[in-house]
C-alpha cells in the first residue's frame, strides 16, 4: 500500500488548485496511479492512517477528491461520501483541522460542501466562514443554496439516474457549467 504521505505529496506539492477542480481529464489520469490505493482505502484498510492530522487529511482527500477524479460522470463518484463526512466530522472535531498547514484544512470541510443535507451543509458554511477564505465560502454558500432550493445536486442527477423536475433543468441550464 503507498502511504499517505505519497497522497500529501501528490495532491499538495505536485499539484494544486487549477488542478484540483478543473475537471481536465489529463489530470484525472495521473490520479489513477492511486486507483489501487483508492479502493483500498475505500474498504477502510487505510484506519492506522487516522493516528496524524497529514494521514486523517490523506484518507478524506481519496475518499472525497479522488472519487470523483477516478469516477467522474458516474455514482460510483459520490459512493464514498458518507464515509468522508463521518470521517471529516470526527476529525474536525478533533481539531485535526487545525494541525495541518491553512491552506490544506480546506479539504476537511469540502465533504460538507458535497453532502446533501442541509443541516451539514450549514455547519460547512460555519466551517468555511471561520476558514477566512472568501471565494471558498462563496463556493461554499452555493452548494447550501442548491440543496436549500431542491434538496439535492441537480447536476448529480444522470449520473445517480435521477429524473430532474423542470425547475432543476431551467437551473442547470442557467448554471452554465458549473457542478455541484
Given at each position: 500500500?503507498?502511504?499517505?504521505?505519497?497522497?500529501?505529496?501528490?495532491?499538495?506539492?505536485?499539484?494544486?488548485?487549477?488542478?484540483?477542480?478543473?475537471?481536465?481529464?489529463?489530470?484525472?489520469?495521473?490520479?489513477?496511479q492511486?486507483?489501487?490505493?483508492?479502493?483500498?482505502?475505500?474498504?477502510?484498510?487505510?484506519?492506522?492512517?487516522?493516528?496524524?492530522?497529514?494521514?486523517?487529511?490523506?484518507?478524506?482527500?481519496?475518499?472525497?477528491?479522488?472519487?470523483?477524479?477516478?469516477?467522474?460522470?458516474?455514482?460510483?463518484?459520490?459512493?464514498?461520501?458518507?464515509?468522508?463526512?463521518?470521517?471529516?466530522q470526527?476529525?474536525?472535531?478533533?481539531?485535526?483541522?487545525?494541525?495541518?498547514?491553512?491552506?490544506?484544512?480546506?479539504?476537511?470541510?469540502?465533504?460538507?460542501?458535497h453532502?446533501?443535507?442541509?443541516?451539514?451543509?450549514?455547519?460547512?458554511?460555519?466551517?468555511f466562514?471561520?476558514?477566512?477564505?472568501?471565494?471558498?465560502?462563496d463556493?461554499?454558500?452555493?452548494?447550501?443554496?442548491?440543496?436549500?432550493?431542491?434538496?439535492?445536486?441537480?447536476?448529480?442527477?444522470?449520473?445517480?439516474?435521477?429524473?430532474?423536475?423542470?425547475?432543476?433543468?431551467?437551473?442547470?441550464?442557467?448554471?452554465?457549467?458549473?457542478?455541484?
Amino acid at each position: 500500500m503507498k502511504t499517505y504521505q505519497d497522497i500529501i505529496h501528490f495532491w499538495f506539492v505536485e499539484h494544486s488548485y487549477d488542478d484540483w477542480f478543473s475537471g481536465e481529464a489529463a489530470f484525472d489520469s495521473k490520479c489513477r496511479q492511486f486507483e489501487a490505493l483508492h479502493a483500498e482505502v475505500a474498504r477502510g484498510e487505510a484506519w492506522a492512517w487516522r493516528e496524524t492530522p497529514e494521514g486523517r487529511l490523506a484518507e478524506l482527500v481519496l475518499l472525497d477528491q479522488f472519487s470523483r477524479q477516478l469516477h467522474r460522470d458516474s455514482p460510483v463518484a459520490f459512493a464514498q461520501d458518507k464515509m468522508a463526512l463521518a470521517l471529516a466530522q470526527e476529525a474536525v472535531a478533533g481539531g485535526h483541522d487545525m494541525a495541518v498547514e491553512h491552506a490544506w484544512a480546506v479539504f476537511f470541510y469540502m465533504p460538507y460542501m458535497h453532502a446533501e443535507s442541509l443541516v451539514v451543509q450549514e455547519e460547512g458554511v460555519r466551517l468555511f466562514e471561520a476558514y477566512g477564505d472568501e471565494k471558498a465560502l462563496d463556493f461554499m454558500k452555493a452548494h447550501r443554496d442548491t440543496i436549500a432550493r431542491f434538496g439535492r445536486f441537480p447536476f448529480r442527477n444522470a449520473a445517480l439516474g435521477r429524473q430532474s423536475t423542470p425547475e432543476e433543468l431551467a437551473y442547470m441550464r442557467d448554471q452554465q457549467g458549473r457542478v455541484f
